[in-house]
C-alpha cells in the first residue's frame, strides 16, 4: 500500500499546531512510498447513524476466535518470506487451500505484467451463501515485500491472512449465512515489485476488480471491508479518506457497539491499497489499517515487522468489528 501526498502540507500544518510539544512532522517516508498524508480529525464531526437497526430478536453477535487467528498468524510467519516466487508464498497458498477444504473455494489464476517480468498470481476467494441477495467481501494480501527478500511481514502480510482465515472459521459449516452472501478473499501480489505506482502493487485486487465489473459481480456487492496491518500491539485503525465514509460511519458504529471505538478513527490519512480498485467500479470500500506501527511506523516494511510486535487481542478486536460490520449491513435500508 502507499500513502497519498494529497493536502500533506495543509495536513501536517494542523498538526504541528495541534501538537506544539512534537518535534517531528508525522510524514512517513520509505524507499517505496510516498510521504503520508495525516491530520487529527475534525472535533465536531460525528458519524453519520447507521440507518436502520437490528430487530430484537436479531441473532448475538458473532466472536473471532482471536487466539486461533493469532496462531495462525504465526504458523503463516513460519513459512519465511513469501514474496511472488518463493518457497514461503507456495506454503501460504498451499495452508490456505488446505484449511479452507470443504469450503466453496474459486482459484481466481492469471498471469501479471511486472517491471521484474511475468508471474503467475493467484487470488483466494471463500464463498459462504447467504439467504438474502448481495454479496460481502472481506479480504486482505498474503505476499510480502518482493523489494526485500528477507522481510516477514508478519503484520504486513501475515495479519492480513492470518485474521480472515480465522473469519472463515465463523462462517463456515452454516449451511447459509443470515443475511448477505460473504465472500473472503485473500490477494497475491499487492506489494509493488519496483516502487509502488498505478501499475506497479495491488495486481490481484486491481486484476478481480475488473473481472467482477466484466461480469456483473461488483454490482452485486454490499461492501468491501479490506483488513490490512491490523494486528498491532498498539491499535489505533486510521479513517482512510480513500474509503466510502459512509461504510466507515458503519464500521464506526459497529465498533461502538462493542466498546472498541477508542481503536478506530482516531487519525485521519489516505491510503493506497486493494480497495481502491473496487472503489474505482462503483463498490462502498473500506481500508481497515493501522498505518501507526510503532514511533514514526517505523517497523512498516522493515525487518522489524515480527510476530512479537502484534497481539491477539488486537486481531480480536478488528475481527469482532467487521462481523458486527456485516451484521449492521444487513440491518441497513
Known amino acids: 500500500m502507499k500513502i497519498s501526498e494529497q493536502v500533506a502540507q495543509v495536513l501536517l500544518i494542523m498538526v504541528l499546531l495541534l501538537s506544539p510539544g512534537i518535534g517531528c512532522s508525522n510524514n512517513k517516508t520509505d524507499s517505496d512510498t510516498a510521504k503520508a498524508a495525516v491530520a487529527a480529525p475534525d472535533a465536531n464531526a460525528q458519524p453519520t447513524p447507521v440507518e436502520g437497526e437490528l430487530p430484537a430478536d436479531a441473532s448475538p453477535p458473532d466472536h473471532v476466535n ?6 495462525y498468524v504465526k504458523q503463516i510467519v513460519g513459512f519465511g518470506p513469501r514474496y511472488l516466487g518463493s518457497p514461503g508464498h507456495q506454503k501460504t497458498e498451499d495452508f490456505l487451500r488446505s484449511h479452507l477444504q470443504g469450503v466453496e473455494l474459486e482459484v481466481d489464476s492469471f498471469t501479471a505484467s511486472t517491471p521484474s517480468g511475468s508471474f503467475p498470481m493467484r487470488n483466494y476467494i471463500a464463498k459462504f451463501p447467504g439467504t438474502k441477495d448481495g454479496i460481502v ?8 515485500l518482493y523489494t526485500d527478500k528477507q522481510f516477514l511481514g508478519a503484520n504486513d502480510g501475515g495479519s492480513s491472512t492470518g485474521l480472515p ?20 478473499v485473500w490477494f497475491d501480489g499487492e506489494e509493488a515489485f519496483q516502487k509502488w505506482s498505478a501499475t506497479d502493487g495491488a495486481y490481484g485486487s486491481r486484476h478481480l476488480a475488473q473481472k467482477w465489473k466484466q461480469d456483473g459481480t461488483a454490482g452485486k456487492l454490499k461492501g468491501f471491508l479490506l483488513l490490512d496491518m491490523v494486528g498491532d500491539k498498539d491499535l489505533n485503525i ?44 462503483g463498490v462502498p470500500v473500506a481500508d481497515l489499517i493501522d ?4 514511533y ?8 522489524e515487522d515480527t510476530v512479537d510486535k502484534l497481539s491477539a487481542q488486537s486481531l480480536g478486536i478488528v475481527g469482532d468489528v467487521v462481523l458486527e460490520s456485516v451484521r449492521l449491513l444487513n440491518a441497513k435500508k
Open 291 to 294: 498505518f501507526d506501527y510503532g
Open 296 to 303: 514514526n511506523d517505523v517497523f512498516w516494511h522493515s525487518r
Open 238 to 281: 486510521n479513517r482512510d479518506q480513500n474509503s466510502t465514509p459512509w461504510l466507515l460511519d458503519l464500521i464506526y458504529e459497529a465498533a461502538s457497539r462493542l466498546g472498541y471505538q477508542s481503536h478506530f478513527f482516531g487519525r485521519l490519512n489516505a491510503v493506497e491499497d486493494d480497495h481502491q480498485a473496487f472503489g474505482a467500479v
Open 137 to 144: 467481501v472481506i479480504s486482505g494480501h498474503y505476499d510480502t
Open 165 to 184: 482465515l480465522a473469519l472463515a472459521d465463523v462462517f463456515r459449516g452454516k449451511k447459509k449465512l443470515d443475511g448477505y452472501s460473504v465472500w473472503i
Open 66 to 71: 482471536a487466539n486461533q487467528a493469532m496462531d
